[in-house]
């Protein structure tokens, strides 16, 4: 960077409004299909179709709580609905695949709750049932579409920090210690990396890319999944990513990315639509959201957009976030719930 920037770049996100709609069907109507189809229909012009459960009632339910017209007793019958352009899978982690691969086989796009899938290896076979398909699919990492990574990403790719050294990025909530909550059952994909790590393992590929090399601490809880953990990435050029996730406490939950000539600091919760800092000595320039939220997973509303936005553009995958790289961040997370102790997948 030769000198600090008088402004910072314009935001790229899609519009949440007055672009491209598709029909959604929505796939296991559990709390984060709940924000979802609350924020599509509160904030964009998208707009759910169908809702399918395992449960008539809670199918019905669902749907007469949001203003769907159809709700079905089976995923089989949402994904056969003539009207559903794209399925949403809000399913428990270890139903992903299954049910990706279901929506997919019914010649539906796909947008998947993130993690994408268990491991890398049950990612890539999502990936590859698409490709063959050539439907669209996609992670539901929202927090790429936000304003403010759009942003970001725009300095990152300018060089305005420099050459880069160091990320950090930490996301820690406090969860009771019910046997029965989902993160903590081992067979529905419970443990912190798998439901909070994604996070800031996405940040760190999104700011560094593939890491060369993964050093993780951390131990297995009573139900035998990760309750906490650090991350050490190892970068070919020298940088490194800081990585933290626990299910025992909250810490700020924000994210730094540093380079040789400026930083970028990134406000608490950095997963959602708040604002970034980008400072170098006593200079500093601040992004703001004027977004106003009723609720911080309103944000879950730009992915929506982008999705129906990359459809209607013919394309197969988003460019902000490919397939590959859902993959590659599941390998990191393979390696690092390995070295936790996980049996290798």
Not at 43 to 48: C, F, G, L, S, Y
Not at 112 to 118: D, M, R
Request: charged fraction near 20%; aromatic fraction near 8%; glycine fraction near 8%.
């Amino acid at each position: 960077m030769t000198s600090f920037p008088t402004t910072l770049p314009e935001s790229t996100a899609v519009p949440l409004r007055g672009g491209a709609t598709v029909r959604w069907g929505v796939l296991a109507p559990g709390g984060i299909a709940e924000d979802f189809v609350a924020t599509l229909h509160r904030n964009t012009d998208q707009r759910v179709v169908a809702v399918g459960s395992r449960s008539a009632d809670r199918a019905a339910a669902f749907a007469a709580k949001h203003g769907i017209s159809r709700s079905y007793d089976s995923y089989d019958a949402l994904v056969a609905d003539a009207e559903v352009d794209v399925v949403y899978v809000a399913a428990p982690h270890s139903e992903h695949r299954a049910l990706a691969l279901l929506a997919i086989a019914a010649g539906k796009h796909v947008l998947v709750e993130k993690p994408i899938a268990l491991s890398a290896a049950e990612a890539r076979d999502i990936a590859s049932a698409a490709r063959a398909a050539g439907v669209f699919a996609m992670e539901a990492m929202w927090s790429r579409f936000l304003p403010q990574s759009t942003v970001i990403q725009r300095l990152l790719d300018d060089g305005v920090l420099g050459e880069l050294c160091l990320v950090s990025a930490e996301l820690t909530f406090r969860f009771t210690a019910d046997p029965a909550n989902r993160l903590l059952d081992p067979a529905l994909g419970g443990g912190a990396l798998l439901d909070l790590g994604v996070y800031p393992v996405w940040f760190s590929h999104f700011t560094l890319g593939t890491p060369a090399a993964v050093h993780a601490t951390g131990s297995l809880g009573s139900t035998g999944v990760d309750e906490q953990a650090a991350l050490t990435l190892d970068y070919a050029g020298g940088a490194q990513a800081q990585l933290v996730v626990s299910m025992h406490g909250q810490a700020r939950n924000g994210a730094v990315i540093a380079g040789a000539d400026a930083r970028i600091e990134v406000e608490p919760m950095f997963i959602t639509p708040q604002g970034f800092s980008l400072v170098a000595g006593d200079e500093r320039l601040d992004f703001r959201h004027d977004f106003v939220s009723q609720w911080w997973r309103d944000g879950l509303a730009w992915q929506a957009a982008a999705v129906a936005q990359h459809i209607a553009d013919g394309r197969t995958e988003a460019p902000e976030h490919p397939l590959d790289r859902t993959i590659a961040m599941l390998e990191t997370i393979d390696d690092a719930r390995t070295q936790l102790g996980y049996p290798p997948r």
